[in-house]
């Protein structure tokens, strides 16, 4: 075990196959950080003594200045002896339940796509978490080792920790996960992380937006809105934006949800449709983002935001809001990369 010590501040110790993000959230510590994959630039902190190794050199977050002002990703960086770093702490960071390693064995598994599956762990000793929230499992023969999938689930203590992931092409961790596999398989976990998590003490009503690959984090809050008695009178609005109709899912799963229909709505929108699928698609077709415009207008101000997905998805919701005024207190998402 290092040390590892806050420039003016806390000390942590961090175990030479953790990260400094990780250990530091552990330790209770508000270390800042986004998407926990090297790719936001958000957990950049300085390197004032000790050395460090990367769990992925070129991670695209860390650019040359970065280096040559010792910068280093604590969302990669596992230290090599007891280190001194310079990072700001914030409050808004620290982990309500602290993140830990633990075991889960695939309990189930159902496709609710032609590339979207769901997958349902069973875990042993791991820590409670919000809906909203990600966590990092760790696949065997990945590049990096770790990828962020976010629980699609609310946590009702029965150990259930259910994930919704899209297979990418060529991709290494969802090949893993969809191909090798099997039920009662045993990996490792680390959660949870995050921060989009269900506001419940916010008066609005709730817009969620997801896109493809962004489901299971809006699914998570949408049944969270659905179970929390505080948040019995918000609306849900759940706009799920697909390429094609054989994309769309979700709306098996919020129409289980008490005031499916009556205060909770499901909006499918589909941006790539063929020239049949335009004929015989009922539904909305253009990017979700204009579709949630649309829908809304100048209401928007009105609405808390959970959103989901790609990152040009994303980059062009947060356009979209702030083009609308709506307050940035009110916006909640961790990017994908
Ligand atoms: C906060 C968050 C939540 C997410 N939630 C979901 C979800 O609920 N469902 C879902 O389908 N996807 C989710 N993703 C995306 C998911 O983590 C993967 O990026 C996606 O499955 C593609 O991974 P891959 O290994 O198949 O593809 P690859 O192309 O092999 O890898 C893609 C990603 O892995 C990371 N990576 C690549 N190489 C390295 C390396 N050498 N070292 C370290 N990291 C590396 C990078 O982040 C890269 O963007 C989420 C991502 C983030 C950041
Ligand atoms: S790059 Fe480290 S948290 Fe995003």
Not at 73 to 98: G, Y
Not at 145 to 163: H, I, L, P, T
Not at 169 to 175: F, I, T
Not at 206 to 214: E, L
């Amino acid at each position: 075990m290092f040390r590892v010590r806050i420039e003016g501040g806390a000390e942590f110790g961090c175990s030479g196959d953790d990260t400094l993000l990780r250990a530091g959230l552990r330790a209770g510590l508000g270390m800042p950080y986004e998407c926990n994959a090297g790719s936001c630039g958000a957990c950049k902190v300085e390197l004032l003594g000790g050395s460090v190794a990367s769990n992925w050199d070129a991670a695209p977050a860390l650019g040359e200045r970065d280096r040559a002002k010792n910068r280093v990703l604590a969302c990669q960086s596992v230290p090599r002896t007891d280190c001194t770093i310079k990072a700001r702490l914030r409050e808004e960071f620290r982990a309500r339940d602290l993140p830990r390693r633990f075991r889960a064995s695939l309990a189930a598994m159902r496709d609710l796509t032609h590339d979207m599956r769901e997958f349902s762990f069973r875990v042993e000793g791991a820590p409670g978490f919000r809906p909203g929230q990600y966590a990092l499992f760790d696949l065997e023969g990945v590049p990096g080792g770790w990828r962020a999938y976010s629980m699609a689930n609310v946590d009702d203590g029965s150990g259930e920790w259910q994930f919704q992931v899209k297979r990418v092409p060529g991709g290494a961790g969802s090949a893993v996960l969809f191909d090798r596999l099997a039920h009662g398989a045993d990996i490792g976990i680390d959660g949870p992380y995050g921060h989009a998590w269900l506001r419940t003490d916010s008066p609005r009503d709730i817009i969620c937006i997801g896109g493809g690959s962004g489901l299971s984090a809006v699914m998570s809050i949408a049944r969270g809105a659905a179970a929390q008695s505080a948040l019995a009178e918000r609306e849900v609005h759940f706009f799920y934006g697909a390429r094609g109709p054989r994309d769309v899912c979700g709306e098996d799963m919020l129409a289980q949800l008490p005031g499916y229909g009556v205060r909770i709505h499901y909006h499918p929108v589909i941006s790539m449709p063929s020239a049949i699928e335009r004929d015989t698609w009922q539904g909305r077709t253009g990017f979700v983002h204009d579709a949630v415009r649309e829908a809304f207008g100048d209401r928007l101000a009105g609405f808390e935001f959970y959103f989901a997905g790609p990152p040009a998805m994303a980059q062009a919701v947060q356009s979209m809001l702030a083009a609308n005024k709506v307050p940035h207190a009110q916006i909640h998402y961790d990017s994908f990369y």
